[in-house]
């Protein structure tokens, strides 16, 4: 039978194929899927038409690829075996045409591909690899035709190696994918090659923690991205992969040059990728990978852009399997951002998003156990801090599900009794059942019966077990626990410290605090020694800035609680040790300068002029330890301080941040710091200072307050005097200095020289913008140095390295502005006269290539530059940190912010002081003095006094100030609340 029609040079066959081809054009112009199914029909028909068996194989072979589009669009996996019976029938059909053969091939291999991500069934894969095998063992094969099948055999032994583990199968799969990248000569398939080579180097990476397997990946995806244009959209995966492995390779080596090429290419992937299927994907990249930066340098302004890469990609995810994976990442990164600010809303947004992973993703799924337990841990934190009985019991319920739908000889089954025992602890800690504790404790010893020492569950197990021992303790007290939970916790430090100090100083903080309340005070001093040996190692490890700020979250009391068991024990010279070690080295987490060598000799010098008293508060009242020099020893006193609770400081410390947090108007924000500054400064004078003043001799000392008492601006403490008849304030009494850390760098000696004249460097911007702007006090303040001392001026703007020369040494380094700091402590700005505005980080680089040497006295004139710290003693946070980690002995700056005024009448008498010879500290001192206790016509005076030494634009602002204060009442110091002068600090040697 003829099956040409007459007149026609083509079969019924070839037309029907070719009206199917002009409907799937058509589709993929219009998107209307209505056409592709009538392609999908109309090959069939041509099935059904053909005379031979090369027209029914090219017609079945059309007939598969329609079918196997369509499963891809609807997601009807019942489509996936019948195109795979269709290529295999066209497979055998089309022997004798090679080309058309190898296409079929390609599809069969990509559906076996497919079908093994979907079964895990090597078998599948062993079946297609010897079918290439086979076919690449004939006659005649062009050579790009043979350079695809080795790149698509490659994969394919790829994936059988992680399917038997076999590493061998690996070696395989790169060299075949090695020969494709070499031969390979058409630019269209430059970028598949790479991608699969890329990913099979990055899986012998993950064998064998070999770097050069990642740095070889890299290499191979940075040549075939810079071998296509730029715009070119097989760039896209490229540029994913390569986002993904560079951040893998920072990880494993810590480049931190690599997060930022790594967050480049991924906003690469997101541009040229938008429109794709895969968008979301690379949101969820560059959201990954802006959480990593985050965690590495604690800005949060890549944690808030990564929630929003993240929020795109939940809309542009294709499928809920693909949405559930991003929704998680969301969750994690609010909760991240809630553990960093402690904003409420993000925290509930965590646990709202983890729900919503849950919903969106198959029960099916590899990955629903790994979604269920987010989400019961977001349920057990979110319940901790309500007290929500029914949140942690949908916790529990939840997991207990998964628990009991697990199959037998599931390989993680002790990872789910260890997440369990955690949530019915947790439940029990909500709850107060005993019954929880209990379980909590038995789940614990199954998990380390099942699991070998040398893993991180058995470490868990253990750290678990003691807080769970110490639950069932608290609500069933009996003696007979006490023994066994005091050796749960012994095992848990010693075996989580040999493990691995991040963990081993966690649970070390934790048996300290169990070992406080429960009085245990020899166990708190061996907790606190484990807890300073794993921050030993800690400091000198390479951490992220994230990992050491949950350190310092962990810590926050550790040297004070350290201090309060070895003083229990009557120690204190031991108590002095715990905590000055605790504190220097948490301090040292934070900065670059490294803990003291020999702490001791530090202490000895540091306490050499003045004694050194340390503030330690306790659970049931705390107590000043008083370190003096004694020779070449130091001699140690103690002062009890019965009002020094850690509840006591933990409820000042809240009352002030509600009236720091203040908004309104500038005069509403004034007042409400004042009512906080007064409340707090009347505490701290009647429980820490007047009793601290009273037992010393002396008049001048340095502070070193431990915990969060270290963040609290002391300067405002006041008391009612019986012996004056009068109220005083601490300033009146003594000069107290904050020692950021025992070191010699802060011991007495060293002031600057004034034979030749007090010689300032002061920060600015733009000369040009300073010509028109404005005057205002802090011109003034900067025009008076310029008057009395040799004054150089650095413009922070030029920042070109090869045109500007290091700047010579100078006694003081000034910068008078308007400074911010974040809620996470780890960013924040500087805005000097000029227009410049600056990140502390800039800030850093800029003096250090700047600056010959930072000069050893940093006057920071703007608000909150020593920025209140709660979770370690001192001030470390914004300039003033940045000014002691650059080496300078002494900081004079701000804890919480100051009005303009009065930050320029505290510089100018300063600075006065400082140029007629007076020691740093003591001019400071006699600074703040004079600011709180002086009456109008004084300062109008000293006011009328400088004005002379300025040009008139300067003169006028001075004077302005001069006519406002003249106006004043003249019995009442202008300045004499907190708020003008408690926040002036002074960090450092005297």
């Not at 090959?43 to 038409?49: D, E, G, I, Q």
């Not at 009807?76 to 091939?105: K, N, P, T």
């Not at 991608?195 to 993950?206: C, G, T």
């Not at 700020?549 to 070895?566: F, H, I, M």
């Amino acid at each position: 039978m003829n099956d040409r029609e007459p007149g026609s040079g083509e079969s019924p066959t070839q037309r029907l194929l070719m009206r199917a081809q002009e409907h799937r054009m058509s589709y993929e112009r219009t998107g209307d899927l209505r056409l592709l199914r009538l392609a999908t029909t109309l090959t069939l028909s041509a099935v059904n038409r053909a005379t031979d068996d090369v027209q029914r194989g090219h017609a079945l072979a059309n007939y598969a690829a329609n079918l196997h589009f369509l499963m891809h669009l609807t997601s009807r996996r019942l489509m996936l075996g019948v195109a795979e019976r269709r290529y295999a029938q066209a497979y055998a059909l089309l022997a004798d045409d090679h080309s058309a053969r190898a296409v079929v091939l390609g599809n069969l291999l990509a559906i076996a591909r497919q079908r093994y991500q979907e079964t895990k069934d090597v078998r599948v894969l062993t079946a297609a690899i010897d079918r290439v095998q086979s076919y690449l063992a004939g006659p005649d094969i062009p050579a790009q035709r043979r350079v695809m099948l080795l790149y698509q055999l490659g994969v394919l032994w790829r994936f059988r190696a992680q399917g038997e583990d076999r590493i061998a199968h690996l070696h395989r799969a790169i060299s075949l994918l090695l020969r494709a990248n070499r031969d390979n000569g058409e630019e269209r398939f430059v970028a598949a090659i790479a991608n699969a080579l890329s990913a099979a180097l990055a899986d012998h990476f993950n064998y064998t923690h070999r770097l050069s397997s990642i740095d070889r990946a890299i290499e191979v995806l940075r040549g075939a991205a810079d071998a296509l244009l730029p715009n070119d959209p097989d760039r896209v995966m490229l540029a994913s992969n390569l986002a993904t492995y560079l951040g893998e390779r920072l990880e494993a080596a810590f480049a931190p040059e690599d997060l930022d090429e790594a967050v480049a290419w991924a906003r690469v992937a997101v541009d040229l990728g938008r429109d794709s299927r895969d968008a979301a994907q690379f949101h969820l990249t560059l959201g990954n990978l802006l959480m990593l930066r985050f965690r590495g340098a604690g800005v949060l302004g890549d944690l808030r852009e990564a929630i929003g890469e993240l929020n795109t990609g939940v809309n542009a995810a294709p499928s809920p399997e693909a949405a559930a994976t991003v929704l998680n990442a969301l969750s994690t990164a609010h909760d991240l951002l809630a553990r960093t600010t402690g904003v409420v809303a993000d925290r509930r947004a965590s646990l709202e998003f983890a729900r919503t992973a849950v919903a969106h993703e198959s029960r099916r799924a590899a990955t629903y156990r790994t979604r269920i337990n987010n989400l019961c841990r977001a349920l057990a934190t979110e319940a901790t801090v309500r007290g929500s009985q029914a949140l942690i019991d949908e916790a529990v319920v939840r997991h207990q599900t998964v628990l009991a739908a697990a199959p037998d000889g599931f390989t993680a089954m002790t990872d789910l009794w260890l997440a369990g025992a955690s949530l019915l602890l947790d439940r029990s800690r909500v709850v107060g059942r005993a019954a929880d504790a209990v379980a909590a404790a038995r789940m614990c010893r199954q998990v380390l019966a099942e699991v070998g020492q040398d893993t991180d569950l058995f470490v868990q197990a253990h750290a678990v077990l003691a807080r769970s021992m110490t639950q069932w303790r608290h609500l069933a007290p009996d003696r007979v626990l006490d023994g066994a939970t005091r050796r749960s916790w012994r095992a848990a430090s010693r075996i989580s410290s040999a493990r691995d100090p991040r963990r081993g100083f966690d649970v070390a903080v934790q048996w300290l605090r169990h070992a406080v309340a429960a009085e245990w005070w020899e166990d708190g001093v061996d907790a606190a020694r484990a807890a300073v040996a794993s921050l030993d190692a800690l400091v000198r490890a390479q951490t992220t800035r994230t990992e050491q700020q949950a350190w310092l979250r962990v810590g926050a009391d550790l040297a004070a609680l350290a201090a309060e068991s070895a003083l229990a024990c009557g120690r204190p010279r031991l108590a002095v040790e715990l905590a000055n070690s605790a504190h220097a080295r948490l301090l040292a987490l934070v900065s670059e300068v490294g803990p003291v060598t020999d702490e001791g000799e530090g202490l000895r010098q540091c306490a050499a002029t003045e004694p050194i008293v340390l503030l330690c508060p306790g659970q049931r009242g705390g107590t000043a330890v008083v370190v003096r020099a004694a020779g070449a020893a130091t001699r140690v006193e103690t002062i009890t301080l019965p009002g020094l609770t850690s509840a006591a400081v933990e409820a000042q410390m809240t009352k002030l941040d509600e009236r720091l947090r203040a908004e309104g108007l500038a005069e509403r924000r004034l007042r409400d710091l004042h009512v906080g500054l007064q409340v707090y400064g009347k505490w701290a004078g009647e429980h820490i200072f007047r009793p601290v003043t009273r037992g010393l001799p002396e008049t001048s000392f340095s502070l070193l307050a431990l915990g969060a008492l270290g963040g609290l601006p002391h300067a405002a403490a006041w008391w009612f005097a019986p012996e004056a008849g009068d109220f005083v304030v601490l300033h009146q009494r003594a000069r107290v200095r904050l020692l950021p850390r025992v070191d010699p760098r802060y011991a007495p000696g060293g002031s600057p020289g004034v034979d030749d004249g007090l010689s300032v460097i002061t920060l600015s911007g733009s000369p040009m913008r300073n010509r028109y702007r404005p005057a205002d006090l802090m011109t003034a303040e900067t025009a008076l140095l310029r008057s009395w001392t040799r004054h150089r001026t650095m413009r922070l703007m030029d920042d070109d390295h090869h045109l500007v020369r290091k700047e010579p040494g100078a006694d003081v380094l000034h910068a008078a502005g308007h400074s911010t700091l974040d809620t996470s402590g780890a960013e924040g700005t500087l805005r000097v006269p000029g227009g410049a505005t600056l990140t502390l980080r800039r800030i850093q680089e800029v003096l250090a290539r700047r600056l010959a040497a930072v000069p050893e006295l940093v006057l920071w004139s703007s608000c909150q530059s020593a920025g209140r710290d709660v979770l370690l003693p001192g001030e470390h946070l914004g300039l003033a940190g940045l000014a002691l980690e650059m080496r300078a002995r002494r900081v004079v700056a701000t804890t919480v912010p100051v009005p303009d005024d009065s930050a320029f009448l505290f510089a100018s008498r300063f600075v006065q002081q400082l140029g007629l010879g007076t020691p740093p500290a003591e001019a400071w001192h006699q600074a703040v003095t004079w600011l709180a206790s002086s009456l109008p016509d004084a300062i109008v005076a000293w006011l009328g006094e400088i004005g002379d030494e300025l040009d008139d634009a300067n003169a006028a602002v001075v004077a302005a100030l001069r006519d406002r204060i003249s106006r004043l009442a003249d019995d009442q110091p202008p300045y004499g609340s907190p708020v003008y002068w408690a926040s002036l600090c002074y960090l450092g040697a005297p």
